[in-house]
């Protein structure tokens, strides 16, 4: 387990690393008060990629010492543009900006890029996403032989019979072929990639200046309550909310530990909440991955349930 615990440690190092080597910030005035776009409401992000199109928009930045005329203008933005501002936009955010974009202007809506490239990103992980069922699979037929170890231990403390007890769960884990690290494999995948959305969404205007459906791409549920289309808003939350529990749900994740078995509720809570506050388009993104996984899921276990019926 120690072994583990070390790549664990490893990974959150240098997803923190990436993290501190470039991120967006927000666009504040001489008060240092940050700057919103009086139609949307939107906070402004200081560090953006290209050009804005929207004159209002553009003259936000100009009287906020932003020489945005010195920017390339989004339409000819590619992942080479503008200076090296660190690792982590450099791999994963220009990049990512750059499909969106290029996607978007040939289809005539970014919207719909950030949809088909979701869907694209899934089912490159798809590989990944199946392995993660099959351990949970494997890990629910463990489980009573660890529960079993648990108790032949229990109340014992000293190391010898600490020792013991981790080599025995270690030949449960080799008998069932589960590894607890590749079983979260997936969800450090995704984490930089909803962080790198976010930042290609907020540091891209034509994408956050975009209207869909009646949703302005970079302005929060909670801000386009106010708006003349707020029932989309609505809408779109409440796909954020169904999709996240059916997502949890249909991982059918087995928690041993009835403590944690309250975790998946809690992190439905987290997200619902945090999904008033962030961009509609990261909303989008998350809502389609979500549904994309609630199918791949029920695909893989249906296929595990014919394969164990024919054995």
């Known amino acids: 387990m120690k072994k583990i615990s070390s790549k664990f440690k490893i990974i959150i190092i240098i997803t923190l690393v990436c993290l501190v080597t470039g991120c967006q910030t927000t666009l504040v005035d001489k008060d240092k008060q940050p700057v919103k776009n009086p139609e949307t409401g939107q906070a402004l992000t ?34 080479t543009s503008g200076e090296y501002d660190g690792l982590w936009s450099t791999i994963f955010v220009k990049p990512l900006a750059f499909l969106i974009l290029t996607l978007g202007k040939y289809i005539n809506s970014f919207a719909l890029s950030i949809i088909i490239i979701t869907i694209i ?23 009573p032989e660890l529960e079993r170890i648990k108790k032949k231990y229990e109340g014992k403390t000293d190391q010898d019979s600490m020792l013991k007890q981790n080599a025995e769960m270690m030949m449960v884990y080799k008998k069932y072929n589960f590894n607890p690290f590749s079983s979260c494999l997936i969800s450090f995948i995704q984490l930089p990639l909803l962080l790198a959305f976010l930042e290609a969404i907020n540091r891209v205007p034509a994408i956050f200046e975009e209207d ?32 996240t529990i059916l997502m949890f749900k249909t991982t059918n994740n087995q928690a ?11 992190m439905c809570i987290i997200i619902i ?3 008033f506050f962030m961009p509609s388009a990261l909303g989008i993104y998350w809502s389609i991955g979500n549904i994309f996984a609630i199918v791949q899921n029920i695909v893989v276990m249906k296929g595990m349930e014919k394969h164990v019926k024919k054995a």
């Not at 041993?256 to 809690?266: A, F």
């Open 212 to 243: 869909f459906l009646g949703i302005q791409l970079g302005t929060t549920p909670l801000i386009g309550f106010s708006s003349n289309t707020f029932y989309m808003y609505i809408i779109l939350l409440i796909i954020i909310g169904l999709s």
């Open 273 to 275: 909440i945090t999904a």
């Open 121 to 143: 990103i899934r089912l490159i992980l798809y590989p990944f996403t199946k392995k993660m069922a099959v351990q949970s699979e494997m890990m629910k037929k463990a489980t």
């Open 256 to 266: 041993t530990d009835p403590s944690m078995k309250m975790m998946p509720i809690m």
């Open 46 to 79: 200081e560090n953006i990629l290209c050009q804005p199109e929207n004159e209002q928009t553009r003259k936000l930045y100009k009287e906020n010492g932003i020489k945005v005329n010195e920017l390339p203008k989004c339409s000819e933005f590619t992942p």
